[in-house]
């Protein structure tokens, strides 16, 4: 039997607090295997003028709430903060929860909510990755208890950087979200314990190829990372069931139906049909699967998922 893990990735826009604490107490209490948040100062579906709130805080405060599940950005702005206040935050939420936290980190896209409130956004996307290249290994360095000074004309300027106490947790978990061939996956082959990306089983495949390539060129093993897939799970009795409810997400967050038209990350339908969507991501190596949960958060696709789908497709997928 394979195993496979789930987390809810809990939408942080248009809710209230204490649906979305409640939201993630339900996940714990039904045993997923971890929760996560946006790293998002604007909400980004729908409208930009709904409620949002900050990603470290709210994990600090279900840290504090939880005992059991484990906690992340799905995945931190690398814009958002310096690399080592970064670090500072995920270890004070690993001491929260005891030795829980997952340091999520990536890129970061959403130019509206940098603009307004004057973040730099750099020249592209691809500067922005060098901004990454050169944090992501600082934040390895500082959480295995190293320290930190910057080289030459380097984006930071670390000057003998350390931080204490360190994390609970002998080797504290790095995510890096994205799937960019070049630069993000070259990151994720030298530095990151988990990858998440988003795509069909065929994409993600074929991406999971060059980073084996990248990891050959760096001399890592490949299956030391794991494999995550993101997606927005809907499940009803019916395929018609499911469909209303996904309508029902979209008007509470205020996202006209015709701009999800072709978005392949949204799975909705009954428990068999979801099953049958995770196989053939199992069936290529990827048996992590971080659901993004949206207010109203739905408590049928939460049990049903943990509770039916995931049973059905650990007992039908071999372990390769």
Known sequence: MAQVKLGIALWSQASSWQSFLDAALRAEKLGYDHVWTWDHLYPIFGDPRQSIFEGYTALAAVAQATERIRLGLFVG?????????????????????????????????????HRALGI????GFGQRLDWLAEAVPAMRTLLDGGEVTSQGDARYHFDHLYQLPPPIQPHLPIMVGGGGEQKTLRIVARHADIWNVFGSPETVARKDAILRSHCAEVGRDPNAIERSVGCKIVIGESPDAARRKYETILAHNLIPPERMIGDETWWVGTADQIAETMRAYCAVG?????????????IETMETLI???????????AIA
């Open 307 to 317: 509770g039916v789908v995931r049973p059905a497709v650990e007992g039908s997928v």
């Open 286 to 298: 990827f048996r992590t699967f971080l659901c993004e949960t949206p207010a109203p958060y739905d």
């Open 77 to 113: 702005a690398n814009t958002f903060r310096n690399p080592g206040l970064a670090v500072k935050c995920v270890t004070t939420i690993d001491h929260i929860s005891g030795g829980r936290a997952v340091l999520g980190i990536g890129g970061a896209w959403f130019e509206l909510e």
């Open 120 to 123: 730099e956004f750099g020249t």
